[in-house]
């Protein structure tokens, strides 16, 4: 509380009182007389129930302390920003906090200074100064009155040296020289002052230090982001329910965690359901505005135009290009898709923080999504669709550099570069196969190399489907480039893969070998993992042939591979558990031909296939555990993602407890893309639930992935499962509508061999064929 309200000339008087200032030199300072210095004291003494002049200095710094105003909500994932101001300070004397508008830097500075004990908060508001006024603002906000014959920074150097103050000059950015320029004569004259400066850009002083103030962390569970928009929306009297949370954290994620974007979501939530809201958001940000306050913190367009109108021609058109790529970019990225030369103005843009690091890689960097947006509204079309040409061109060049090792390369630093360029190359695919750019085709296979090798995730995968589902792509691709993309939609969709086989089968030419042994070798993939597996064995064999005569050795491990999946579901389907070491001999001789091609990746994913095969049937758990710890070894050294979840839901089949929490395992796969293991981790999930209908509820989710993906034999598994789960329960009308699925799957003996006893005689009474 600030205490009873006081007069200007009692303010003045009090201000002078803090400075250890004399009554004579008060009455100076304030063109007054003694007597009227004596009188205000005594009224100052009344109102603030202070007995000596040491209580008034007291009283004071507690009003002055008072002053700094911070909101009523929680600080949210600031810990470590305000350790940082506060060790900064403690080596030297002057700290910017730089970051984008509506980052938070000004809450930041104000929760600092208000904790401070040693020091007396002074808090100085630049945002409307001139630079021939900043002085005079420091000596409002001391309550000085200073002659125009002082001079002024004098003055207001020995007033802030008369005790311990931490000045806050806050929204220095308009006035950044005169700032700089200021604060080098103040602790000059007041050499203990400390002073914290916001901006979007460092002044450049001599001694000043910098700190990024970065969004808030919007990913994972207790993001700081989330939770500040929940307090927002909380505030406003609609705290979010626990089914609306995952919009909450949709909507953190989409404005990168900016709080006063988040702050503006709130706002726009007391009109808007949240779902909605965020569905909007992911077309645009145009719901983020608001009546009040006025300023440059109404909207996102007021908070950036703020920045905008101190950059150049220049640095305008350079943040313009920048802003039209799809993702992160490098110097090298930059200078590609603007002019030579322009390295000096991308750092200057840092500077401005209108750019911000990516988390990808070291040298990277992007517009968050909103500073993006505002840019591109002032960007031409014409200039837009030049710089993503550009990208595509670049990108492919870049890629099937790395692609052309890719087979034989899978150290952490390789899929490290993967990571960072399967974003670019993904976003490329997507503008060429829009644009209809002859590059589409080139882009798609190392696209589905990358996945293959390297690991998928969902909007990797999602974007290679659409290249299989184009026919102004597969018109143009080769049996070849068809069978790279089926490779790396195998664990996606099966019939996508199936019509991919049946387009390289009728377009390969039996005279060119690589081609019509590609033809097969898809052919057989897709027969492998299809309801006759059986089907695909010819086609392997002639693709296994092919590939030997022609020292392919890599296509001859794939068949080899394809065969043991194929051999693999015939053993499970015809009940034949013995034949199950055929296809363990099959896999163990894809490992040792992918060896031979150097392809350590691959030789891992046969070795967890062999594993989940010798788990899942019973062939061999003791071996089935050590090739899934293998698994887990390798893949952790290697840092592959998705072969790690591979060894891990081994290991979960197994009910090994070195497999982790199940929810965690189904998480990394629905990233990732692979909706096969997806449908299997959901099985375990059921079968592990004690709650009949709760295990009712998991398989048909696993049900709707089987059939997603076009997996018919886990389609059929599921509805067997479900046929026993609605049994469980006691539900006589969904345990019929259960069997009548399964019945349209697999046929009415399926259903009838299902069929709980006791439910027989019922079910053949209402569904038996005629």
């Not at 220049?314 to 920048?322: Q, T």
């Not at 491990?557 to 043991?564: D, E, K, L, S």
Request: with cysteine; hydrophobic share 45%.
């Amino acid at each position: 509380m600030l205490g009873p309200p006081l007069t200007p000339r009692e303010r003045a008087v009090l201000a002078g009182v803090e400075r250890r200032l004399t009554n004579p030199e008060i009455a100076s300072e304030l063109f007054i007389s003694v007597r009227t210095v004596e009188s205000h004291i005594a009224s100052l003494r009344r109102k603030l129930d202070a007995d000596t002049r040491a209580d008034l200095v007291s009283a004071a710094r507690h009003r002055r302390e008072a002053s700094v105003q911070v909101p009523a909500n929680p600080l949210r994932g600031r810990g470590r920003d305000l350790a940082r101001i506060g060790a900064a300070l403690a080596v030297g004397d002057q700290l910017t906090l730089v970051g984008p508008g509506g980052v938070g830097k000004t809450r930041l500075a104000l929760e600092f200074a208000k904790a401070q004990e040693r020091c007396t908060p002074l808090v100085v508001e630049f945002e409307h100064a001139t630079p021939g006024d900043v002085v005079n603002r420091i000596t409002r906000t001391l309550g000085m009155e200073v002659s125009p014959h002082e001079d002024l920074l004098g003055s207001v150097g020995i007033a802030l040296a008369a005790q311990d103050y931490l000045l806050v000059l806050d929204n220095a950015d308009h006035v950044g020289a005169a700032t700089r320029r200021l604060i080098a004569g103040l602790r000059a004259l007041a050499p203990g002052l400390q002073v914290i400066v916001t901006s979007r850009t460092p002044l450049g002083g001599e001694d000043e230090r910098v700190h990024l103030v970065q969004p808030l962390a919007a990913d994972g569970v207790d993001a700081p982001a989330s939770a500040l928009l929940s307090d927002r929306l909380a505030s406003y009297g609609h705290p979010p329910t626990a089914d609306e949370q995952s919009h909450v954290d949709r909507i953190a994620v989409r404005l990168d965690g900016l709080p006063l974007a988040l702050e503006l979501a709130a706002s726009a939530a007391r009109h808007l359901p949240l779902a909605e809201l965020a569905q909007r958001l992911d077309h645009d940000f145009g719901t983020l505005d608001r009546a009040t306050p006025e300023g440059r913190h109404r909207s996102l367009e007021t908070a950036f135009e703020w920045t905008w109108h101190l950059l150049t021609d220049d640095e305008r058109d350079v943040l313009r290009r920048l802003a039209a790529l799809p993702r992160t970019f490098d110097m090298d990225l930059a200078i590609a898709v603007t002019r030579p030369g322009v390295e000096g103005i991308v750092l200057r843009l840092l500077d401005r923080s209108l750019l911000v690091r990516a988390t990808s890689a070291p040298g990277r960097w992007r517009l968050l999504a909103v500073m993006r947006e505002f840019v591109l509204a002032r960007t031409d079309a014409d200039v837009v669709r030049d710089v993503l040409q550009r990208h595509a061109a670049i990108v492919t060049v870049v890629s099937e550099g790395f692609i052309a090792r890719a087979r034989t390369d899978a150290s952490p630093e390789a899929m490290a570069l993967s990571t960072m360029l399967c974003p670019e190359v993904n976003a490329a695919l997507r503008w060429s196969l829009a644009e209809r750019d002859p590059l589409a085709m080139r882009l798609s296979a190392l696209l589905a190399v990358g996945v293959e090798q390297y690991g998928s995730d969902a909007d990797s995968v999602e974007a290679l489907a659409m290249g299989a589902h184009d026919e102004w792509l597969l018109a143009r691709a080769t049996p070849s480039q068809l069978l790279v993309l089926g490779n790396a939609l195998a664990f996606f969709d099966v019939e996508v893969v199936t019509t991919l086989a049946e387009r390289a089968l009728a377009a390969a030419d039996t005279r060119d070998p690589d081609e019509a042994r590609a033809a097969h070798q898809l052919a057989g993939l897709a027969a492998a993992y299809g309801p006759e597996p059986a089907a695909a064995l010819p086609h392997l064999d002639i693709a296994e042939r092919l590939a030997l005569e022609h020292d392919h050795v890599w296509d001859a491990a794939a068949a080899r591979q394809f065969r043991g999946v194929a051999l693999r579901s015939i053993a499970i389907a015809e009940g034949r558990r013995t034949d199950i070491s055929d296809a363990v001999d099959e896999f163990e001789g894809a490992m040792r031909a992918y060896a031979r091609a150097g392809d350590h990746t691959h030789v891992n994913n046969v070795r967890f296939m062999m594993a989940l095969t010798a788990a899942e049937t019973g062939f061999d758990p003791e071996r089935a555990a050590r090739w899934a710890a293998e698994c887990v070894a390798y893949s952790e050294a290697m840092a592959n993602e998705h072969e790690l979840a591979h060894g891990r839901l081994v290991q979960a089949t197994l009910g090994l407890d070195e497999a982790g929490d199940l929810d965690d395992l189904l998480d990394a796969f629905r990233h990732l893309g692979d909706l096969r293991c997806v449908h299997r981790v959901l099985m375990l999930r059921a079968a592990g639930a004690a709650d009949p209908r709760r295990r009712v509820d998991i398989l048909r989710e696993a049900a709707a992935i089987a059939a997603a993906s076009g997996d018919r034999s886990r389609q059929v598994a599921a509805a067997e499962a479900l046929v026993a789960a609605h049994g469980a329960t006691g539900d006589r009308e969904s345990l019929l509508g259960a069997l009548d699925a399964l019945a349209d799957l697999a046929g009415h003996g399926a259903a009838v061999a299902a069929c709980p006893p006791d439910q027989l005689a019922a079910f053949l009474s209402e569904s038996a064929p005629a």
